[in-house]
């Protein structure tokens, strides 16, 4: 098997991977890094955001408020001394996007413009047009080629990590051209590997958002936590899950129901408001889970649209004008036109919530340091935690820089301390095991199981048991048709033997990461009897701070169900209020 030495490996190389690749080749030049993904960087889930970018840009706003809207948005679970750092470094880092050459859309007098989000008080989200994450990854993609000590490693596909002596060592990956196994031993490791929507049927995520960095950590001993808390975005093109983003509603899009009518204001989001400027943080400028379940209650009423795709609501821009669309959103009027043949300046395109983010992720504490020395993670795969129950649009991609960044930094300290040479036979020893690993699968026997079965029933599984909201029976039932799937994906054959990119191999090994962390999503969420941000349960309609303001901690047990403890959560400065979007004075 080929070795590849390394000081650090960063597997992952969307937002989150390329900004810590780029920091450590700053920190250090004689750095040795390596950075694996397994789709060509461009092609990450990171390019296909939309909407912006969060920062602190005008004098009318300030940190302070921005701290307030992300704890008040993530219903106090947020780590407040996490979210503070945040804070401060988020306009920094979004101006160093802007130096590296980062088209921003502009005032007209020449300033960075800012859109207003659902969720924040004021407008502070950073946007190119309606291709903020493909302008945003393009900027960190060529900035990283300046940098000889990166080197690249496209389409290899991670499928373990090696882990002896209580740390990190490295990880084993498939070079998917060849079908070969590399070993790449290194001190520390940065999993950067996003979200893992793809646990569930209708989602805004890419084909590619599996979980498996979550799952690699999660195997290594490492807890996931918050799981429980998926995010839904309320706009999403039915049939597809294509995301309109919420630009659409920060240019000033309405919400309306089957008789036209505006229903946001009968859910708490204030009065209705004038058509136009949006005003911020009310109605359809409300947070993300409130408009979600706003959905399902009009559901309820039978206030929907049918379509042949299901039930929807109406995103009705047509008051907007051509010209302000074609200029802010050109992008979603070509999604429009192409998934639902809907011309967004003449009519409502029927939209309705789907699956976004995930706001759990691998546990780390605010220098993005895993409990497992050398093991660093950073982005979506991560919990850090900023977004709390309830991830405000536009807080991710500026996550991304800030402890992407944050992540290079402290992987640097810790492979200069010197206390981290790999210990290279154990190294072996796991690799060979782990090229056996993927051989076994290889030689299976023929079975009748499928992968398409085992997916399908995991995806109903989730949506039905685990979606906008839940209760204790379905959980269970969700929590135990996951059990079994576990089990019966361990007798999938694969059909197809060759080693050139065998992407049902690479599926398979997908299926069962999503597997493992749609079992932490559902045991999590089954534990936590109350209703906080984007996890509602119709049996624990409260919000319980004295049992439940706590992080929930899953821990892998192999074939069982996960075991769950809890962590406090970090309140410097903000203590447990009411989220309140009615527009009143708050
Ligand atoms: C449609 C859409 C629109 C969005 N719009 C916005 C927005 O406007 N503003 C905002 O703040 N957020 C937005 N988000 C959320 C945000 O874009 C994501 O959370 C973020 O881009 C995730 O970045 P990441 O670097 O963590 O992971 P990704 O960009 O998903 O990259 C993951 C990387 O990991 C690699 N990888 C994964 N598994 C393996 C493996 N086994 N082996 C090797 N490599 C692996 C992949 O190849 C890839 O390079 C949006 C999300 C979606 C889906």
């Keep these: 098997m080929e070795t590849i030495e390394s000081d650090v490996v960063i597997v992952g190389a969307g937002g989150a991977g390329l900004r810590a690749a780029i920091a450590l080749a700053e920190a250090d030049p004689g750095l040795r890094i390596s950075l694996l993904s397994k789709v060509y960087p461009m092609r990450s889930h990171t390019c296909a955001a939309e909407g912006g970018a969060a920062g602190v840009a005008r004098s009318d706003d300030s940190m302070d408020l921005h701290f307030g809207d992300t704890v008040g948005g993530g219903d106090w679970l947020c780590d407040q001394d996490a979210v503070e750092f945040f804070i401060n470094e988020a306009p920094k880092e979004l101006t160093r996007l802007e130096h590296w050459g980062c088209p921003w859309s502009r005032e007209t007098d020449g300033s960075v413009g800012v859109r207003p989000f659902g969720g924040m008080k004021i407008k502070r989200t950073w946007f190119a047009a309606d291709k903020t994450g493909f302008h945003l990854l393009h900027t960190l993609f060529q900035t990283s080629l300046k940098f000889e000590s990166i080197r690249r490693f496209d389409e290899v596909f991670t499928t373990d990590l090696l882990v002896s002596d209580g740390r990190i060592q490295g990880c084993c990956a498939v070079e998917m051209r060849t079908g070969e196994m590399k070993q790449f031993l290194a001190p520390a490791v940065i999993l950067c590997t996003g979200g893992a929507g793809r646990i569930f049927p209708f989602t805004t995520n890419g084909a590619i958002k599996t979980g498996d960095g979550m799952a690699l950590a999660y195997r290594a001993g490492v807890p996931l936590k918050d799981m429980e808390f998926v995010q839904y975005h309320p706009t999403g093109l039915p049939a597809t899950g294509i995301l309109l983003t919420e630009g659409c509603r920060g240019e000033g899009g309405v919400l309306r129901n089957k008789d036209g009518y505006r229903y946001l204001q009968d859910y708490g989001m204030g009065p209705e408001t004038p058509l136009g400027e949006p005003v911020l943080k009310t109605m ?162 023929e079975s009748t199981e499928t992968m398409t079965a085992v997916r399908n029933e995991m995806t109903h599984a989730m949506e039905t048991g685990a979606g906008i909201y839940r ?57 936590r009897k109350e209703s906080r941000g984007s996890h509602q349960r119709l049996d624990h309609v409260e919000r319980d701070d004295e049992t439940f303001l706590k992080h929930s901690m899953a ?32």
């Design 555 to 586: 821990h892998y047990q192999g074939e069982d169900a996960p075991r769950m403890d809890y962590l406090d959560v970090v309140i410097t400065k903000s203590r447990p209020g009411v989220r309140d979007y009615s527009g009143a004075k708050s």
């Design 471 to 527: 209760e204790e029976a379905m959980l269970k039932d969700t929590a135990d048709a996951l059990a079994k799937l576990r089990q019966r994906q361990t007798s999938i054959a694969l059909r197809d033997k060759s080693k050139v990119f065998n992407t049902e191999f690479t599926q398979l090994v997908e299926l069962g990461c999503m597997l493992d962390v749609a079992q932490a999503v559902a045991v999590s969420a089954l534990a």
């Design 284 to 445: 359809e400028l409300g947070p993300r889970d409130r408009l979600s379940q706003a959905f399902w209650q009009e559901q309820k009423k039978g206030n929907t649209v049918p379509t042949k795709w299901g039930d929807c609501v109406l995103l009705d821009m047509t008051h907007l004008g051509e010209a302000r669309i074609l200029e802010r959103l050109p992008f979603v009027h070509e999604l429009a036109h192409a998934y639902a043949g809907v011309d967004i300046v003449k009519e409502a395109v029927p939209i309705r919530p789907v699956v976004h983010y995930m706001m759990g992720g691998i546990h780390t504490d605010i220098n993005a340091a895993t409990p497992l020395p050398g093991l660093f993670a950073a982005g979506e795969c991560a919990c850090v935690s900023i977004n709390g129950a309830n991830r405000l649009g536009s807080n991710s991609l500026t996550e991304l820089l800030v402890f992407g960044k944050r992540a290079a930094e402290s992987a640097v300290k810790y492979v200069r301390s010197g206390t981290t040479k790999v210990d290279r036979a154990a190294a072996d020893q796991q690799a060979n095991a782990a090229e056996a690993r993927v051989q076994a699968l290889f030689d299976r026997p």
